[in-house]
């Protein structure tokens, strides 16, 4: 074979070569291209059809090149996932404020993304009880017993204090300390009357069968318009108790740091009201006792106003608190503390500081020295308490 005839076959060989590794490279790149392509066109559309989007093979060829094969099972993979990779921040609800308003509607991702205080409430329409937060009060196990606990130094495992205001509230209040005004005294109007209204308070204060979260806590812009209104023209909310009382009328008038006796108030004015019961009957201008908060601000305009009304005092020292007695600090002088009875001994409180329920065998001797010194509690007539049985 000639020269010439060698190297014109070394360079037909060499263009074959040349061409085939372009080709290969064409192919490669075009790959390269197509898939991000692909991608880019996915996360352009609309969420609602990359959801039912068919995967399909990156590659427009009918018979896909190897270097496409690995994609194929991979489009499934990504199709299975694009729901759990989709945003859902914005559908989760806002975090709870520190007092809890769960919402009724669900979310869409089911109960567990409700607020993590929801399961131990009987139902969501019930505000939680709040005495286990009061646990952080005592760096005690919660099993502890009674008489291991702060509040064993005021009070037996019973409830009964072991301090006593008897001598002081017989001296200033013997006329009415302790007098019992039976229901079978009174004629049938009268009966229903006091009946009704006290279960209306009693919905309020019996924390351990729960309390309906309405009538506790409202908007803050209608507890506003609502205060103004039973000012003006004195018409009663029926429900948000805690919210009208401390955060609007107390902070409006100038004592939003000492609110107890207006919460009360207000618990009152509304029980009243859901009983369908004018408040005139027993809180009245022409007899000197509006529930108001000019008049029963303060715990000593409180208590002047519920035995005008006909209310009962009696000393704890002999009687046990029912669920909704009026309880006062010490003889309920002013400044002091008023608050309520959430359970059948007084153990259990609620007042301004705790509308979900203090439990004081959870609670630190300074605070109940300072506070809960139960020395009297008011109830409607009619309403008896029984006495302590001996300890």
């Given at each position: 074979m000639t020269i010439p005839a060698i190297l014109q076959g070394a360079v037909l060989k060499t263009s074959i070569f040349v061409l085939s590794l372009l080709m290969c490279l064409g192919c490669s790149k075009n790959t390269f291209e197509v898939m991000p392509a692909v991608a880019t066109a996915q996360e352009n559309e609309p969420l609602e059809r990359r959801r039912v989007q068919v995967p399909r093979s990156p590659s427009p060829s009918p018979s896909p090149t190897p270097a496409a094969q690995p994609s194929a099972p991979s489009a499934p993979q990504a199709a299975q996932t694009a729901p759990a990779d989709e945003?859902?921040?914005?559908?989760?609800?806002?975090?709870?404020?520190?007092?809890?308003?769960?919402?009724?509607?669900?979310?869409?991702?089911?109960?567990?993304?409700?607020?993590?205080?929801?399961?131990?409430?009987?139902?969501?329409?019930?505000?939680?009880?709040?005495?286990?937060?009061?646990?952080?009060e005592l760096d005690i196990a919660p099993n502890t017993d009674f008489d291991k606990r702060p509040a064993a130094k005021e009070f037996f495992a019973s409830g009964k204090p072991k301090f006593s205001y008897s001598e002081r509230l017989k001296k200033r209040f013997a006329n009415v300390l302790n007098k019992a005004k039976p229901l079978a005294s009174m004629d049938r109007k009268e009966q229903d009357k006091w009946t009704k209204v006290f279960?209306?308070?009693?919905?309020?204060?019996?924390?351990?069968?729960?309390?309906?979260?309405?009538?506790?806590?409202?908007?803050?812009?209608?507890?506003?318009?609502?205060?103004?209104?039973?000012?003006?023209?004195?018409?009663?909310?029926?429900?948000?108790?805690?919210?009208?009382?401390?955060?609007?009328?107390?902070?409006r008038h100038g004592f939003g740091n000492r609110p107890c006796a207006e919460f009360m108030s207000e618990i009152i004015r509304q029980a009243y009201k859901r009983a369908e019961i004018s408040l005139k009957e027993d809180f009245n201008t022409q007899d000197g006792n509006?529930?108001?908060?000019?008049?029963?601000?303060?715990?000593?305009?409180?208590?002047?106003?519920?035995?005008k009304a006909g209310w009962t005092m009696w000393d704890t020292t002999e009687y046990k608190p029912l669920v909704g007695a009026v309880m006062m600090h010490q003889v309920g002088d002013t400044p002091g503390h008023t608050y309520m009875s959430g359970s059948e001994n007084g153990m259990i409180v609620i007042d301004n500081g705790s509308p979900r329920g203090r439990d004081l065998r959870k609670s630190t001797q300074k605070i109940i020295r300072f506070m809960y010194h139960g020395g009297l509690f008011l109830l409607p007539p009619g309403i008896t308490p029984t006495k302590w049985s001996s300890q």
């Amino acid at each position: 074979m000639t020269i010439p005839a060698i190297l014109q076959g070394a360079v037909l060989k060499t263009s074959i070569f040349v061409l085939s590794l372009l080709m290969c490279l064409g192919c490669s790149k075009n790959t390269f291209e197509v898939m991000p392509a692909v991608a880019t066109a996915q996360e352009n559309e609309p969420l609602e059809r990359r959801r039912v989007q068919v995967p399909r093979s990156p590659s427009p060829s009918p018979s896909p090149t190897p270097a496409a094969q690995p994609s194929a099972p991979s489009a499934p993979q990504a199709a299975q996932t694009a729901p759990a990779d989709e945003p859902t921040t914005p559908r989760v609800p806002p975090s709870a404020p520190a007092e809890f308003k769960p919402s009724t509607s669900p979310t869409p991702q089911g109960p567990a993304m409700t607020a993590p205080n929801l399961p131990q409430m009987p139902s969501p329409n019930l505000v939680p009880n709040q005495t286990a937060a009061e646990e952080s009060e005592l760096d005690i196990a919660p099993n502890t017993d009674f008489d291991k606990r702060p509040a064993a130094k005021e009070f037996f495992a019973s409830g009964k204090p072991k301090f006593s205001y008897s001598e002081r509230l017989k001296k200033r209040f013997a006329n009415v300390l302790n007098k019992a005004k039976p229901l079978a005294s009174m004629d049938r109007k009268e009966q229903d009357k006091w009946t009704k209204v006290f279960a209306e308070i009693q919905k309020v204060a019996n924390v351990n069968a729960g309390v309906e979260r309405r009538l506790l806590f409202v908007d803050k812009k209608d507890a506003l318009e609502w205060s103004k209104r039973f000012e003006n023209d004195r018409v009663s909310p029926s429900e948000g108790a805690h919210t009208v009382a401390v955060e609007a009328t107390a902070p409006r008038h100038g004592f939003g740091n000492r609110p107890c006796a207006e919460f009360m108030s207000e618990i009152i004015r509304q029980a009243y009201k859901r009983a369908e019961i004018s408040l005139k009957e027993d809180f009245n201008t022409q007899d000197g006792n509006e529930l108001i908060w000019s008049e029963t601000a303060s715990v000593e305009g409180l208590r002047g106003a519920l035995l005008k009304a006909g209310w009962t005092m009696w000393d704890t020292t002999e009687y046990k608190p029912l669920v909704g007695a009026v309880m006062m600090h010490q003889v309920g002088d002013t400044p002091g503390h008023t608050y309520m009875s959430g359970s059948e001994n007084g153990m259990i409180v609620i007042d301004n500081g705790s509308p979900r329920g203090r439990d004081l065998r959870k609670s630190t001797q300074k605070i109940i020295r300072f506070m809960y010194h139960g020395g009297l509690f008011l109830l409607p007539p009619g309403i008896t308490p029984t006495k302590w049985s001996s300890q």
